[in-house]
């Protein structure tokens, strides 16, 4: 395999002059030009990087025979021999005397000895020329179709690809040209970008990518786009400080693509769909948006097809459970009702072959696109089998290198065991109440009366469920379709409160929990808004709102009157969580105001008196019995005491376990533990079990032949 082929490059007769020199080195040395290793990824390093040990060519061998050797060796292919033929030529030539062997001789015996063994030598060599040039010309002489080859790239042990559920996300990108390889690992408590070269060893962090999310290149490689801390930013891959590109506040970064015209398209949030913004930097402009009168909830994964003015895209209805169950669709930036549905799918790929590739089922498919008609031309085939999805958020773990024809993708692992809701004490032993088969829990509300609890079951379109304690029953509350998350009781525990994402960017409803009626809207806004925390007489709702200038705040809001709301705190920091105390005077919420996440409190309405509640970090605070405030702080669960009356008094926070239950979703208010009334127990998730983060990715060199022998495009 030449190193033109090993990074996946298009191949000519070149090729077959590296693989004469191989063999001609093995022939006359009895080893390998470049040693194998003991896997492909091993092989690969090898001719890319290390050179023929030449001192292991016989000292005697002729001088044109080892400059016929160092042409064909050359890892340039532009250096290299043009045509087997020149071979034929550098052989005839004469060999040039060689002072070693002829000029060192002393007495007509030694001389003729040792042109004897030349002789023989060159024989040999002309023998052994003779028999590699026929196996070459043996080999395939269609350049343009080469097997494909697949091997494993290991990656670092202490940084597995990080694939947690939740957001909608890629985790791995290749490079145009297929010579760079860029993969979001897990570094201790945060995540990182890793960056390798196929032709080196190891990968490398990115300095400045912590919390890195949807990695993409741009079109010369040069740069790798991401998106971080509700920021589209770029880094050089040969080093330097990442640039922020735009602000994207409500980002779920869904699949970034670096257009040729140096524009980058992404996802606005999970239902806020699809913008442009300059990869130089500047303000995103909405391309495409869901249809609510085609009962869409989000458009997701966007590319711009040739020519740049029609888009392709993944859309989720908002009656599916699964995204196996989306559509991929086309249609021109500003014509939605000339929108053409493709396929069912997700994930989807145009390709300089003419085809589009999707995944469905953990297979990528493939099925030839007539640009003309805007169809796809007969019915789509697996291509590739085995490869990682995941159906509650439309992320497909597999890169294309469109102009190397490479793939790149992550092998699909074992479907987990599902999580689990789990009742745990004060000392952290845990019983389990339900397995939530399939799906995802990812946050959770208990009932004032505590007979049951609220659980947010994530999917294609997140919805509430209910799990009732003496029936053991899980029902699900929401039919709206789109996205419902953040459940509240209200405090008589006959409605619930929810954040809903069902044609707008989100806001607040309640209805019953047995799910019977409509969901009745709360407000009416532009932003999200997330509820949280009832008071205790059932007349004041306390929720987080997200705003462009300000980001996460607190609000308060009249939910038995007029529907009034007022501002609890809305500074440039980012507030959220509210809960109000048990006699209603005081809220405790979280800020980052000190530059790290700690839980407060504060007196109600006019947030005097506040006091830092935490030590060292935490969220989520909510609280249960009469004077006892809860908070997690990573895997540990915190109580401490607090007395409100006649003035406040802070306890010491108190750590009651640590274990490893789930934690809260990247939203901005649902909990992940929801204590019982008593405060002696709580409902939590267990995650189900499942195989450990991907420690390799596979790569497949000369794919396009592959795809195009599978899917013939004529």
């Not at 790798?224 to 400080?241: H, N, Q, R």
């Not at 590739?357 to 030839?368: G, I, K, P, Q, T």
């Not at 932003?527 to 300000?550: C, M, W």
């Amino acid at each position: 395999m030449s190193p033109e082929q090993a990074r996946g490059k298009a191949v000519d007769r070149r090729a077959d002059i590296w693989a004469f020199g191989c063999v001609l080195f093995e022939m006359l040395t009895g080893k390998q030009a470049f040693d194998a290793g003991e896997t492909v990824s091993d092989a690969v390093a090898a001719i890319l990087k290390s050179d023929p040990d030449w001192d292991a060519v016989p000292a005697d061998t002729p001088a044109n025979i080892r400059t016929l050797l160092r042409r064909c060796l050359k890892k340039d292919p532009r250096e290299r021999l043009r045509d087997i033929g020149d071979a034929r030529l550098e052989i005839a030539e004469p060999a040039a005397p060689q002072a070693a062997v002829i000029g060192a001789s002393s007495g007509r015996q030694p001389l003729l000895k040792r042109a004897w063994r030349l002789q023989a030598l060159s024989a040999f060599t002309a023998a052994a020329i003779t028999l590699a040039i026929t196996l070459v010309l043996r080999s395939p002489t269609d350049h343009g179709a080469h097997p494909p080859m697949t091997f494993a790239i290991t990656l670092p042990s202490a940084h597995p690809m990080d694939v947690a559920q939740g957001g909608v996300r890629i985790n791995m990108a290749i490079s145009s040209d297929g010579s760079r390889l860029a993969y979001i690992g897990i570094d201790g408590q945060t995540t990182r970008m890793f960056l390798r070269s196929l032709d080196q060893i190891d990968f490398k962090p990115l300095p400045g990518t912590e919390g890195a999310q949807n990695p993409t290149f741009s079109p010369d490689g040069s740069w790798v786009a991401f998106i971080a801390g509700a920021k589209l930013m770029k880094v050089p891959v040969l080093g330097g400080s990442p640039v922020v590109i735009a602000d994207l506040p409500n980002a779920g970064g869904g699949g970034l693509t670096w257009n040729a015209d140096d524009t980058i398209l992404f996802q606005r949030g999970f239902t806020l769909g699809i913008a442009k913004v300059a990869a130089s930097g500047g303000t995103p402009t909405l391309l495409v948006a869901p249809d609510t009168a085609r009962h869409e909830n989000a458009v997701i994964w966007p590319q711009l097809l040739p020519g740049g003015v029609r888009l392709l895209f993944t859309v989720s209805p908002d009656s599916i459970a699964s995204f196996d169950d989306a559509q991929v669709v086309a249609q021109p930036i500003d014509k939605a009702a000339e929108r053409v549905v493709l396929a069912g799918g997700m994930g989807a790929r145009y390709l300089p072959t003419g085809h589009v590739v999707f995944a469905h089922h953990e297979s990528l498919l493939a099925a030839r696109l007539d640009r003309s008609q805007r169809t796809l031309t007969g019915p789509a085939t697996p291509v590739v089998d085995g490869v990682m999805t995941n159906i509650a958020t439309g992320s497909v773990e597999a890169a294309i290198a469109v102009d190397a024809g490479t793939l790149a993708y992550v092998p699909a692992v074992q479907p987990p065991r599902p999580d689990a809701l789990v009742l745990v004490d004060r000392t952290g032993h845990a019983e389990v109440l339900k397995d939530v088969e399939t799906f995802y829990v990812m946050e959770l509300a208990a009932s004032p009366d505590g007979r049951r609890v609220a659980v947010r079951v994530s999917k294609a379109n997140d919805d509430i469920h209910v799990y009732d304690f003496s029936s053991g029953t899980f029902s699900r509350v929401t039919f709206e379709g789109g996205d419902e998350q953040a459940p509240v009781w209200t405090p008589d525990s006959r409605r619930l409160a929810y954040l809903s994402q069902h044609g707008h960017a989100g806001n607040m409803f309640w209805k019953f929990p047995d799910g019977s009626g409509i969901g009745e809207q709360i407000l009416n806004s532009e932003n999200v808004q997330a509820p949280s925390s009832f008071s205790p007489d059932g007349k004041l709702l306390a929720y987080t709102e997200s705003d462009e200038e300000t980001g996460y705040d607190i609000w308060v809001v009249d939910v038995e009157g007029a529907h009034t709301r007022k501002p609890f705190a809305r500074t440039a920091f980012q507030e959220r969580r509210p809960a109000f105390s048990p006699d209603g005077r005081w809220l405790a919420y979280e800020s980052n105001e000190s530059g790290e996440t700690q839980v407060y409190v504060a007196r109600y309405p006019d947030a005097s008196g506040k006091a830092q509640v935490s030590v060292d970090g935490g969220g989520e605070a909510i609280w249960a019995g009469s004077n006892e405030l809860f908070y997690r702080n990573g895997d540990k669960l915190m109580a401490v005491d607090i007395k409100t009356s006649p003035a406040l008094i802070v306890g010491r926070p108190r750590m009651m376990f640590e274990g490893t239950f789930k934690a809260a979703a990247a939203s901005m208010n649902g909990r992940s533990f929801a204590p019982l009334p008593d405060g002696r127990h709580f409902v939590m998730a267990r995650a189900g079990s499942s195989s450990d983060p991907p420690h390799e990715i596979r790569v497949v060199l000369n794919w396009y032949d592959e795809l195009k022998r599978l899917v013939p495009t004529k």
